[in-house]
């Protein structure tokens, strides 16, 4: 069974400071690992990783994966208050085509 | 905003009703997948559609089920709702089967059972 580990859960930082979101996956055939961001309800996508060792980089965010240590990382850099919120990490399932979600960091960036 | 929608945006249901859930997907996509996030957790995978046929299922009870249409909209119905069946319920939808990097999601529908 596919599985995703996330950590930590829960993160509180103030403005300006830069965070580092873990994400652990056990998986049958491995394709990629997607990043997504949820504020209210809708995940929103952010980054699609598939090989190792690229970093991908939207703004202030990055990430970046091990496939030999089985792992991924993502950065956010000077950190505001728009990112607050709840980041997910997922792998696409083995056989048909949807996603195997960790439980998710809720990041709570105060000013 | 992707372009995805679902309704209602929330209800309220009590132990032993019935649910019909309601997606519609982006324009030309015809692969819908519903999720099932909890409080605290992650989306949960319940199943996919792809061109009006089930195409995958996750590990929820036959009580789930689900439909969709030939305009690739998409309805979860679930039987005999039981408290453990509060969360909010995702559909994504895609253009294609395999692109799991396009899957856009909608809003949810907040459902709680009293």
């Known amino acids: 069974e596919d599985k995703v580990v996330q950590s930590p859960l829960s993160l509180v930082v103030h403005e300006g400071d830069t965070v580092t979101l873990n994400c652990s996956y056990e998986?049958?055939?491995?394709?990629?690992l997607l990043w997504y961001k949820q504020e209210k309800k809708a995940p929103t996508f952010l980054f699609m990783l598939t090989s190792s060792g690229i970093e991908k980089k939207s703004g202030r965010l990055s990430s970046i994966l091990d496939k030999k240590e089985l792992f991924s990382i993502l950065n956010i850099t000077a950190t505001q208050t728009g990112d607050s919120a709840i980041y997910l990490c997922a792998v696409p399932n083995s056989g048909y085509s949807t996603l195997t979600f960790g439980k998710g960091t809720m990041l709570l960036v105060s000013p | 905003e992707t372009g995805v929608t679902q309704s209602p945006t929330h209800l309220i249901k009590t132990r032993g009703q019935q649910v019909t859930l309601r997606c519609s997907s982006q324009?030309?996509?015809?692969?819908v997948s519903w999720y099932q996030q909890a409080l605290g957790q992650g989306p949960q995978f319940i199943f996919q559609y792809y061109r009006e046929e089930e195409n995958g299922r996750g590990n929820f009870p036959p009580r789930f089920s689900g439909l969709q249409f030939p305009n690739y909209s998409s309805e979860l119905n679930v039987n005999a709702l039981e408290l453990d069946d509060s969360a909010l319920y995702l559909c994504?939808?895609?253009?294609?089967?395999?692109?799991?990097?396009?899957?856009?999601f909608g809003p949810g529908t907040r459902l709680t059972v009293l």
């Open positions: 994504a939808s895609s253009l294609e089967q395999t692109r799991t990097d396009t899957q856009y």
């Open positions: 998986v049958t055939n491995f394709r990629s």
């Open positions: 324009s030309g996509h015809n692969t």
